[in-house]
């Protein structure tokens, strides 16, 4: 009932910058939180940043001062911009959103499909 279709993504050099791209689409109500986690290979998938309706950011220590996470609610997206980029920042990306369903009221709590970010040394 709820999409999220990611974009951006690919592979860049240490020190550079990528911005991921988010949109929500389906039976929305409204989207409290949402964000971007990610999965290397052979670890858990972590945060990464989440964004409130109202605008209240977490990050992550380890993107804290390089990455920034934004949203425009009319449009349910969500993006995260990557600057200084490091190897170690080589993962899956996910964003996910958590809200209610149109007609139902029911809470939803979705992913996206995945784009890879690869940090080449």
């Known amino acids: 009932q709820v999409q999220l279709v990611n974009s951006g993504g690919g592979l860049v050099q240490a020190g550079g910058s990528l911005r991921l791209s988010c949109a929500a689409s389906?039976?929305?109500?409204?989207?409290?939180?949402m964000g971007w986690y990610r999965q290397a290979p052979g670890k858990q998938r972590e945060l990464v940043a989440t964004?409130?309706?109202?605008?209240?950011?977490n990050y992550a220590d380890s993107v804290k001062g390089r990455f920034t996470i934004s949203r425009d609610n009319a449009k349910n997206t969500v993006y995260l911009q990557m600057n200084s980029l490091k190897p170690e920042d080589t993962a899956v990306y996910y964003c996910?959103?958590?809200?209610?369903?149109?007609?139902?009221?029911?809470?939803?709590?979705?992913w996206g499909q995945g784009t890879q970010v690869t940090v080449s040394s």
């Open positions: 996910n959103a958590a809200g209610v369903l149109t007609g139902t009221g029911r809470l939803f709590d979705s």
């Open positions: 964004i409130t309706s109202g605008g209240t950011t």
């Open positions: 389906g039976s929305i109500l409204s989207i409290r939180t």
